[in-house]
C-alpha cells in the first residue's frame, strides 16, 4: 500500500478516515472508477465503528419519533447489506415485552408501518405474540403484568468484521486504504482550494505529501480537528454522545430473540442482543464534551443499564458477571437549539462543503454508510462539477459475500474466506488459543498476512472480538497472540513486551472490578 502511495502522482479522491462514514465513500467512489486513498490514524474500525450495538436497523425508535424518510432509507439500505455481506450481517427476531393493552395497540400498529415502510426490502413480518408463548420465548422476562409481546424483524452484524471486509473490497476494487497513518494538515495549491494532504506514517514517523482533486474529511467525532486545519476560526459543527454496552454471558438472557425496551426509566431504548453466543446489553446517551479513540464508561451508565436489565432479566446481573464494558461516541451534528437533548438530535447525516472544498460529513449510522457513500460522491461531482456517475454499490458483494451461510460455524463470519483460515488451522500444529471463545492462532496470523493487523489490540479487539467478549479472557490470550505476530511481523522480543503491557493496559479499561 505504501509503495502504491509512493507511486500515485495525484488522487481523484482522498478519504480522511478508516470508520464505517470512510470506507462507505472510499468504496463507492473506487466503485464509480476514481482514483482513491483512504487514510486512517489508527486502525480501521478503532472509532465508533467497532463499538455499535450491532443492529443494522431501520430504527423502530426514529418511528416512534416520527422520521419516516429516516426509517424508510435505513430500511432499504439494511435490506442492501443483507444481500451484499450475508455472512455478516444475520436477520435477527426481536421481542418487545408489552404489559399494559394500550402498549399492546401502539407496538403492533407501530410495527406494521415498519414492515410496510421497507417494502420489499422487509426482513420478515411482525406479529403479536400471546403471554405464554412470550415467557417461553424470553425465559428469564418478568411474568407479572406480562401481556405478550410483539415480534419484530431487524438486522444484526459484526461492526468491524464489516469494516475490514470493506477494507479488503476497496482494495480489490484498485483503491488504497492505509491504517496507523495520520493526516496532520491540508495544503492549498493556490492558496484557496485544497489541492492535497500531509501525512505521518505513525509506525515509522515517515512524512508523506500526496495531491488530491478532492479532500473528504469522514473523521466522525473528529472532524472538527480537520475542519480547524481548513480554518483555525470555525465554529463547532459536531457533539458527541456517549454509549455504553455491557456483555453478559447468554445464561442472563438465554433466548436467540433480542428484547428491546422502547422506554427505560428515562425514557430511552435499551437492547439485549446475542451476540457471538453472549449478549450484549446497552446503551445510554451521555453527552460529552471531549473526542476520544478510547471513551471510558462512566459509573452512572453502568449503574443504568444494570438496573435495567435486572428489570427484565430474573437471574440479576452484578458487576462482577460483566464480561466486558466498551463505550463508543456518536457523531451528532451539533444541535439548533441550546437545550436539544442529544436523544432528540437527528441521526440522519449531513455534508458541508467549505469555500476551500473541504467535503466534510457529519452524523449518521453503520446501516446508511453505503448512502452516505454515494450521497458525499454525488456532492463531489456536483460541486466540482465532474461528470455524474451511477453509483455501482448497491448490488456490490462485499468481501468475504458467499451464499447458504452456516451460523452454526464458529467461523461462519470469514464468509468465502472461512476454508483459507481452516487449512490454515490445519496445515500446521496450530492450537486454540482460547477454547472458550472458539478463537485459534490461526488466525492471528490469518489476519496478520491478509487483514492488515499490526498490532496485538488489532486481532484482539477488531479482526476476532475477544476484547469485547470477555475482557480478561483476552488479557490471558495477549502474550501469546504478540509472540505469534512478532514471527509475522519480524518483530523482536521488545516489540512483544511492549504490545503486551500496552494492551493490558487497554483492556484493564473494558473490565469491571
Ligand atoms: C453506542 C453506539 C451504538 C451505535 N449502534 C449502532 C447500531 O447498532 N447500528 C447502526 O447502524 N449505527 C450505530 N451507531 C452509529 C454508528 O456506529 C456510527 O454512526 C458510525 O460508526 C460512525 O462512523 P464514522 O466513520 O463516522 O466514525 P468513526 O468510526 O469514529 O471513524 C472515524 C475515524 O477517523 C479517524 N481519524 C480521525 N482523525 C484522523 C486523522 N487526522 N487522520 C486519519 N484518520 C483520522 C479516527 O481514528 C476514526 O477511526 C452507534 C453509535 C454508538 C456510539
Redo the contacts with the bound molecule.
Keep these: 500500500m505504501i509503495h502504491r502511495l509512493n507511486a500515485q502522482k495525484e488522487w481523484d479522491l482522498i478519504v480522511?478516515?478508516?470508520?464505517?462514514?470512510?470506507?462507505g465513500i472510499a468504496l463507492e467512489s473506487v466503485s464509480r472508477g476514481y482514483s482513491v486513498l483512504l487514510?486512517?490514524?489508527?486502525d480501521?474500525?478503532?472509532?465508533?465503528?467497532s463499538?455499535?450495538?450491532?443492529?443494522?436497523?431501520g430504527g423502530v425508535r426514529y418511528l416512534a419519533q416520527g422520521d419516516i424518510q429516516l426509517v424508510r432509507e435505513a430500511s432499504i439500505e439494511r435490506g442492501l447489506l443483507w444481500r451484499n455481506a450475508p455472512h455478516l450481517v444475520k436477520n435477527q427476531t426481536f421481542i418487545i415485552p408489552v404489559y399494559t393493552w394500550w402498549d399492546r395497540l401502539k407496538y403492533t400498529i407501530g410495527l406494521k408501518l415498519y414492515d410496510w415502510i421497507s417494502g420489499r426490502l422487509s426482513l420478515g413480518s411482525s406479529v403479536f405474540i400471546s403471554r405464554s408463548k412470550a415467557l417461553q420465548k424470553l425465559p428469564n422476562i418478568k411474568a407479572d403484568g406480562l401481556v405478550g409481546g410483539v415480534l419484530y424483524h431487524d438486522g444484526q452484524f459484526d461492526?468491524s468484521r464489516l469494516a475490514i471486509n470493506l477494507v479488503q473490497t476497496i482494495i480489490e476494487q484498485g483503491g488504497v486504504a492505509l491504517n496507523y497513518?495520520?493526516?496532520?494538515g491540508l495544503a492549498k495549491d493556490d492558496g484557496r482550494h485544497i489541492s492535497g494532504v500531509q501525512l505521518r506514517d505513525v509506525e515509522t514517523n515517515t512524512a508523506y505529501f500526496c495531491k488530491a482533486k478532492a479532500v473528504i474529511n469522514?473523521?466522525?467525532?473528529?472532524v472538527d480537528?480537520?475542519l480547524q486545519m481548513d480554518n483555525p476560526t470555525g465554529t463547532k459543527s459536531i457533539t458527541a454522545?456517549?454509549?455504553?454496552?455491557l456483555v453478559l454471558d447468554k445464561k442472563f438472557y438465554p433466548s436467540g430473540d433480542a428484547l428491546m425496551i422502547p422506554a427505560t426509566s428515562d425514557g430511552r431504548v435499551l437492547f439485549a442482543v446475542p451476540w457471538h453466543n453472549k449478549v450484549v446489553v446497552?446503551?445510554t446517551d451521555t453527552p460529552v464534551s471531549e473526542a476520544s479513540?478510547e471513551p471510558q464508561a462512566l459509573e452512572k451508565e453502568i449503574a443504568f443499564i444494570l438496573e435495567n436489565a435486572s428489570r427484565y432479566f430474573v437471574q440479576q446481573p452484578k458487576r462482577s458477571d460483566v464480561l466486558s464494558v466498551f463505550a463508543?461516541?456518536?457523531?451528532l451534528a451539533a444541535p439548533q437549539k441550546d437545550n436539544q437533548k442529544t436523544k432528540e438530535i437527528s441521526r440522519s447525516h449531513k455534508i458541508m462543503v467549505t469555500p476551500s472544498h473541504l467535503f466534510t460529513i457529519l452524523g449518521?449510522?453503520?446501516?446508511?454508510y453505503r448512502k452516505m457513500g454515494e450521497d458525499m460522491v454525488d456532492r463531489v461531482e456536483k460541486e466540482l462539477q465532474w461528470p455524474h456517475k451511477k453509483t455501482a454499490t448497491r448490488h456490490l458483494p462485499i468481501h468475504g459475500s458467499i451464499a447458504n451461510v452456516d451460523l452454526g460455524d464458529p467461523l461462519y463470519f470469514y464468509g468465502s474466506d472461512s476454508k483459507q483460515v481452516k487449512a490454515l488451522m490445519n496445515g500446521h500444529s496450530h492450537e486454540w488459543l482460547s477454547k472458550s471463545l472458539q478463537i485459534h492462532e490461526a488466525q492471528v496470523i490469518w489476519a496478520v498476512q491478509h487483514e492488515m493487523a499490526r498490532t496485538v489490540e488489532d486481532v484482539l479487539s477488531r479482526r476476532t472480538r475477544a476484547l469485547l467478549l470477555d475482557a480478561k479472557e483476552s488479557i490471558r490470550m495477549a502474550e501469546p497472540v504478540a509472540i505469534i505476530m512478532a514471527k509475522e511481523l519480524q518483530k523482536d522480543e521488545s516489540w512483544i513486551k511492549e504490545q503486551v503491557s500496552s494492551f493490558i493496559k487497554l483492556a484493564e479499561g473494558y473490565v469491571l472490578r
Design positions: 480522511i478516515g478508516g470508520g464505517a462514514t470512510g470506507l487514510i486512517e490514524q489508527a480501521f474500525a478503532k472509532g465508533t465503528s463499538r455499535s450495538t450491532k443492529l443494522v436497523h461492526d497513518m495520520k493526516v496532520t469522514a473523521t466522525g467525532v473528529f480537528e480537520i454522545s456517549q454509549g455504553v454496552h446497552g446503551t479513540l463508543g461516541l456518536r457523531p449518521g449510522k453503520w446501516t446508511t
